[in-house]
C-alpha cells in the first residue's frame, strides 16, 4: 500500500460545465476505480463514491446508518462526514463545505476533491476524456534514484501544498527542507536529527514508524513517535524508519541556527537554550504553563517535568545540560543569573483572517447571542463531576452545531457558527480526556510524578481559567481575526500542554 501525506485540507470543489448523462471515469494513481454507482455531475459538481475513494487509498470507513454519516481513517487522521451536511469534521475540527453529501443508489457521493485532498492527494479533471483522475503525494514526488540527496527536497518533494505555502513561506529560507508527506529515512531524505515546523497559523502533526510487513489500512506500521505542535517539534530519524508530516516541514538540525524561545515549542540545549540553571515562569498572560526538559531517553520521572499554575507553583529551576530537549508552553524563561532571555508571546497578530470579504456587523445580535450563551455555559460548567455530561459528547455537539448552522442567514453567520463549533471542539475534547474521579484520590500520579489531590483540582482550575480567557476573548471580538485568534489559542493549549490524565499514585511511592 502506498503511503501518503495526512493532512486537513478538507475543502474544495470540482465545478464543470458539463452534462450528467454522460459516463465519468475515475482512477487512482492511474489504477481505474470500479464503482456500484459512478461518478456523476450534480448541480455543477462532479461527485464521486466517498468509499471508493477512502478505500483506494488505503483508509478505513465506518458506516453509521443512525447518524447518517461515513468515517474515513488513515493514520492520524479522522474524516467525518454527514449526509445532507455541508459541514465536514477533520480530526474533530468543522470544514464548512460548499455542497452536502448525497445518497445515490445506496451509496454516499461527495465532491471529488473534497475527498481526495482530505488525505493529501491531488485531483485532475480532465474534460475532453470526462475523466477524474487522483494521484497520492508519493505518486507525484518525481523523483529518480539518480538524483543526489539534496535535490529530493527542493519543489520535487512530496507535497500537498497549501494556501500557507507560497514563495513567502518560511522553509524556503533553508536550502534543504522536506514539505508535508512520507519519507522512508536513508532513501529519501538521511538520518539525523530534524527541526519539524509547523505550517504559518496551523497545528502541525509528524509521526515516525517501522515498517512490519506490508503496509495496509489497519495494520503494518509500528508506531515509534507522534505529536501536535503549534510551533516546531524536534525528532531524531534513523533508516529504515519511516516520517508522516502533516501540515509540517522538516529541516535538518544543523541548517537551523536557532529558535524563536516565545513560542510554544521544543527547543535544544546548547543551541536554541543556554545550558545551565535555567528558570522557567508562568507567563502573566496565561494562567498554566508548562515544561519538560531532559534527554531523549529519558523516562518521565528522570525528566524535569512541571505544570505551573498559581496555587501550584509558578516557576521550576531545571538543571540543562548539552543534548537536552526542552518543552515549554507560556513561560518566560530566564538563565542562571536571572536575566531575562525571552518572554513568553501569546497568540495574536500572527493569525490572518481567512474570510476577509465576509462583513462581521452582518451577523444579528440574536444570533451572536444565542452562540456566546452556549459557549459561556460550556466553559462555566467546566468543573469536577460534570466533564463527563452530555453536552460534552461528540454526538451532542453535532445536534447544537447542526442547530446554530439551521439558523444562520448568511455567510458571515455561518462562518461565526463554524469558529464557534471549532471553539466547542477543543473544549470538548479537553473535557473527555480529563479523569476528574483523580480528584477523590489520596494523591494523583501525572506523567511520572506524583502530586496531590489538591494539586490536581488546581491543575483543573487552571485550565478552566485559561478556557475562560479564550472564551471571553471570543465573545468580546470585533472581527472574524479576533475569533480565530480565540480559536488558535484553544488549539495551542490542547496540543501543546499534556492532558490531565493518569492514575491513583501507588501507594509504595506515597
Not at 453509521?64 to 474515513?72: H, L, R
Not at 515509534?224 to 508522516?244: A, C, E, G, H, M
Not at 480526556?433 to 484520590?441: D, F, G, I, R, Y
Request: glycine share 6%; aromatic share 10%; charged share 25%.
Amino acid at each position: 500500500m502506498k503511503k501518503f501525506l495526512l493532512t486537513a485540507v478538507f475543502v474544495l470543489s470540482l465545478a464543470f460545465s458539463v452534462s450528467a448523462e454522460e459516463a465519468i471515469s475515475l482512477d487512482i494513481d492511474g489504477k481505474a476505480i470500479s464503482c456500484d454507482t459512478p461518478p456523476q455531475i450534480i448541480d455543477g459538481r462532479t461527485m464521486v463514491p466517498v468509499r471508493a475513494i477512502f478505500e483506494g487509498v488505503g483508509a478505513s470507513v465506518d458506516w453509521n446508518s443512525e447518524d447518517k454519516t461515513i468515517t474515513g481513517k488513515l493514520g492520524p487522521v479522522n474524516v467525518i462526514m454527514t449526509i445532507d451536511s455541508d459541514t465536514a469534521l477533520v480530526n474533530g475540527s468543522p470544514v464548512q463545505m460548499d455542497c452536502a453529501p448525497v445518497i445515490i443508489d445506496g451509496r454516499t457521493l461527495a465532491p471529488a476533491r473534497y475527498v481526495a485532498e482530505s488525505f493529501g492527494c491531488k485531483v485532475n479533471w480532465d474534460g475532453e476524456k470526462r475523466a477524474v483522475s487522483i494521484s497520492t503525494p508519493l505518486a507525484d514526488k518525481n523523483i529518480t534514484a539518480e538524483k543526489p540527496m539534496a535535490e529530493k527536497v527542493t519543489e520535487k518533494s512530496t507535497e500537498a501544498t497549501t494556501a500557507a505555502e507560497t514563495t513567502t513561506h518560511p522553509m524556503y529560507a533553508y536550502k534543504t527542507y522536506y514539505k508535508p508527506g512520507t519519507y522512508e529515512v536513508g532513501k529519501d531524505m538521511p538520518a539525523g536529527e530534524y527541526v519539524v515546523f509547523a505550517n504559518p497559523d496551523a497545528i502541525g502533526y509528524l509521526y515516525k514508524y517501522a515498517k512490519d510487513g506490508t503496509i495496509t489500512a489497519r495494520s503494518g506500521k509500528r508506531y515509534l513517535y507522534s505529536n501536535y505542535f503549534s510551533y516546531n517539534d524536534v525528532i531524531t530519524l534513523s533508516d529504515k524508519n519511516y516520517l508522516d508530516l502533516s501540515n509540517a516541514y522538516a529541516v535538518p538540525s544543523e541548517d537551523v541556527e536557532a529558535l524563536d524561545l516565545s513560542k510554544n515549542g521544543t527547543f535544544r540545549a546548547g543551541k536554541d537554550i543556554s545550558t545551565g540553571h535555567m528558570t522557567f515562569i508562568r507567563s502573566a498572560q496565561t494562567p498554566i504553563a508548562f515544561v519538560d526538559a531532559g534527554y531523549i531517553s529519558d523516562s518521565e520521572a528522570q525528566r524535569t517535568i512541571s505544570y505551573l499554575v498559581k496555587d501550584n507553583g509558578d516557576s521550576v529551576v531545571a538543571n540543562i545540560r548539552g543534548g537536552m530537549l526542552v518543552r515549554t508552553f507560556g513561560c518566560d524563561i530566564y538563565n542562571a543569573n536571572l536575566a531575562l532571555v525571552k518572554s513568553y508571546e501569546p497568540v495574536s497578530t500572527n493569525i490572518k483572517n481567512t474570510d476577509a470579504s465576509l462583513k462581521f456587523s452582518d451577523i444579528s445580535p440574536s444570533f451572536k447571542n444565542e452562540v456566546d450563551s452556549y459557549l459561556a455555559t460550556l466553559v462555566n460548567d467546566m468543573k469536577l463531576g460534570s466533564l463527563n455530561s452530555e453536552k460534552y459528547s461528540t454526538s451532542y455537539q453535532k445536534k447544537i452545531n447542526a442547530g446554530w448552522t439551521s439558523k444562520a442567514a448568511n455567510s458571515a453567520e455561518k462562518k461565526y457558527a463554524v469558529l464557534a463549533n471549532s471553539f466547542y471542539t477543543q473544549l470538548r475534547d479537553c473535557a473527555q480526556n480529563t479523569k476528574e474521579n483523580l480528584a477523590s484520590s489520596p494523591a494523583v500520579r501525572i506523567r511520572g510524578k506524583n502530586i496531590s489531590s489538591a494539586q490536581f483540582k488546581n491543575l483543573l482550575n487552571a485550565q478552566k481559567d485559561y478556557f475562560v480567557s479564550a472564551e471571553k476573548y471570543f465573545v468580546n471580538g470585533s472581527s472574524f481575526k479576533d475569533l480565530e485568534i480565540s480559536v488558535s489559542r484553544m488549539e495551542q493549549y490542547r496540543h501543546d500542554v499534556p492532558r490531565f490524565t493518569g492514575d491513583p499514585a501507588r501507594e509504595e511511592d506515597l
